[in-house]
C-alpha cells in the first residue's frame, strides 16, 4: 500500500504561481512512477505531468509544457508540481498518482494508476 498526502493548493490571480506537494508513504519503492493530475468541475480526470522515479525522466501535456516543472526529492518521498504563469482554466482539483513497478511506463491514462491522493484545490482568478 502506498498513501499520498497533497498540499500547496490555493487561490491566486492569473499570472501567478503555486508550488504542489505529494508526500508518499507505505511501500513507495514499490513505485516507479509519479504525476500530477487534475480535474475541473464536469471534465475529465487529465494528466498534466509524471515523473519516472528511477531515471528522473518527466513528460508533461501540452497545457503544462514551458509553465509547469515536476519535480522529485527521493530523500523525502516527495514530488512537487511547480506551476507559473497560471491561467483561469488551469482551475482544478489537482490529485497526485503512483503507478507501479509491474505496469511499465509513465504515461497519461489515470486508469493505470494504483493509488490516489485526497486531492487539493487549485482556483486561478482572472
Known amino acids: 500500500q502506498v498513501q499520498l498526502v497533497e498540499s500547496g493548493g490555493g487561490s491566486v490571480q492569473a499570472g501567478g504561481s503555486l508550488r504542489l506537494s505529494c508526500a508518499a508513504s507505505?511501500?513507495?519503492?514499490?513505485?516507479?512512477?509519479m504525476g500530477w493530475f487534475r480535474q475541473g468541475t464536469g471534465q475529465e480526470r487529465e494528466r498534466v505531468a509524471s515523473?519516472?522515479?528511477?531515471?528522473?525522466?518527466?513528460y508533461y501535456s501540452d497545457s503544462a509544457k514551458g509553465r509547469f516543472t515536476i519535480s522529485q526529492d527521493n530523500a523525502k518521498n516527495t514530488v512537487y508540481l511547480q506551476m507559473n504563469s497560471l491561467k483561469a482554466e488551469d482551475t482544478a482539483i489537482y490529485l497526485c498518482?503512483?503507478?507501479?513497478?509491474?505496469?511499465?511506463?509513465?504515461?497519461?491514462?489515470?486508469?493505470?494508476?494504483?493509488?490516489w491522493g485526497q486531492g487539493t484545490q487549485v482556483t486561478v482568478s482572472s
Open positions: 515523473i519516472s522515479t528511477g531515471s528522473g525522466n518527466t
Open positions: 507505505g511501500d513507495t519503492s514499490s513505485v516507479s512512477c
Open positions: 498518482a503512483a503507478r507501479l513497478a509491474t505496469d511499465r511506463g509513465c504515461g497519461g491514462n489515470p486508469d493505470r494508476y494504483r493509488y
